[in-house]
């Protein structure tokens, strides 16, 4: 099974695409969607809806395990990664593919063992669990294969 992880944001949209079940994973491919500040938020939304629909084209996920938005301080953070998770969302229904959503707290616990666990605990483990030579960056790209791992724990496969 091929999952594809998706840490969603408008600035920086992490992915990772992972396959096996949870005893036995390989990395197939990380890294981030970046987008200009600078441009009106229909051309970024777009932009990240054509990469991401790339990435499917291309690797056939079989699910799609996607980062729930957590309470940010910044309601306007929060609106802008909500848009950039519906295009994720769309994408998923327009390919078929089931998509799951993941709450942050959930992703830390399955992956560290401590739903508070900071960025590069949550690295190391991902660079454990998939023997990475070296820890997965950046951030947005490593919670994004964190995400899948975790679909991988949670599903019955």
Same mark, same amino acid.
């Given at each position: 099974?091929?999952?594809?992880? /998706? ?9 990772? @695409?992972?396959?096996? !079940? *949870?005893? !036995?994973?390989?990395? /197939? +491919? ?15 939304? %777009?932009?990240?809806?054509?990469? =991401?629909? +790339?990435?499917?084209? +291309? ?11 957590? #309470?940010? +301080?910044?309601? *306007?953070? $929060? @609106? ?14 327009? %390919?078929?593919?089931?998509? #799951? ?5 959930? =992703? ?20 454990? /669990? ?16 964190? /995400? $899948?791992?975790? %679909?991988?724990?949670?599903? !019955?496969?």
């Amino acid at each position: 099974m091929v999952i594809l992880g /998706i840490d969603p944001g408008t600035a920086a949209l992490g992915y990772g @695409l992972i396959q096996g !079940n *949870k005893d !036995n994973l390989k990395l /197939i +491919k990380y890294g981030c969607i970046t987008t200009e500040s600078k441009q009106a938020m229909s051309l970024r939304l %777009h932009l990240i809806y054509e990469e =991401v629909k +790339k990435l499917i084209q +291309k690797y056939k996920p079989d699910q799609l395990a996607v980062e729930e938005i957590f #309470f940010a +301080k910044n309601s *306007k953070t $929060a @609106l802008k990664v909500g848009q950039a998770r519906g295009v994720i969302l769309l994408l998923g229904a327009e %390919h078929r593919i089931p998509v #799951f959503d993941y709450a942050p707290l959930q =992703v830390k616990q399955s992956i560290a063992a401590y739903g508070r666990a900071d960025k590069e605990q949550v690295q190391k483990m991902v660079q454990v /669990i998939l023997k990475l030579r070296e820890l997965p960056k950046p951030d947005d790209a490593a919670d994004a294969l964190a /995400i $899948a791992i975790c %679909h991988t724990f949670h599903s !019955n496969r």
